[in-house]
């Protein structure tokens, strides 16, 4: 018996394929959504596959993001081409929208905690291939604090400022300047 009845013939059938999303989070323990159909990446303009028996959801990724993060893993003696943890998380952000932010920040938590040293360089390189860096940095921050990055590889603890300065910010417009100039 095969332990993985719905990846294997996936990727016997269609070799271009790369397992992506609520699969690859399931493949990689970051997730605790059973995926109803094998998501699959195929490039732009590919043809649509079909599989007797076998539910697929098929997403089409431009060439930048499509060969980025693959992974090939065997199951039951058979390279299964995947994407990488890092690549599956900045996917599941740029997909929110049909498989839902919960997945995505599940995904993210889950990532983080199961990896003693979670590699947040190559999940922002994933993050800027797939245009997401700015939609996945709150959450990343807020995953970090209370910590901030430096710059140069290292999270250092976040500080408080010596002194709060408050600026006043001038008016460019003579309506609503207060200054009593202009008109």
């Keep these: 018996p095969l332990t993985s009845p719905d990846l294997v013939p996936v990727a016997i059938r269609i070799p271009r394929a790369v397992v992506c999303l609520i699969s690859a989070l399931a493949q990689h323990g970051l997730t605790t959504q059973v995926p109803h159909a094998v998501d699959i990446a195929l490039p732009s303009h590919a043809q649509i596959p079909k599989i007797d028996g076998i539910p697929l959801r098929v997403f089409w990724y431009s060439e930048p993001s499509f060969s980025a993060g693959i992974d090939v893993i065997t199951i ?13 998380v900045a996917d599941c952000f740029k997909y929110q929208n049909k498989i839902g932010l919960d997945v995505a920040l599940e995904g993210l ?17 994933f993050a800027r291939i797939n245009r997401v860096q700015r939609m996945l940095r709150p959450y990343l921050e807020a995953m970090l604090a209370p910590f ?10 976040l500080r408080a400022p010596d002194r709060v300065v408050r600026t006043r910010r001038a ?9 009593g100039g202009g008109r």
Excluded: M
């Design 109 to 125: 938590r889950t990532w983080r905690d199961r990896k003693p040293k979670a590699d947040f360089q190559s999940l922002s390189r």
């Design 148 to 157: 901030t990055y430096c710059g140069t590889n290292r999270f250092a603890p």
């Design 76 to 88: 039951d003696d058979v390279p299964v081409r995947i994407y990488s943890p890092e690549k599956t």
């Design 171 to 179: 008016s460019s417009h003579p309506q609503f300047d207060r200054s």
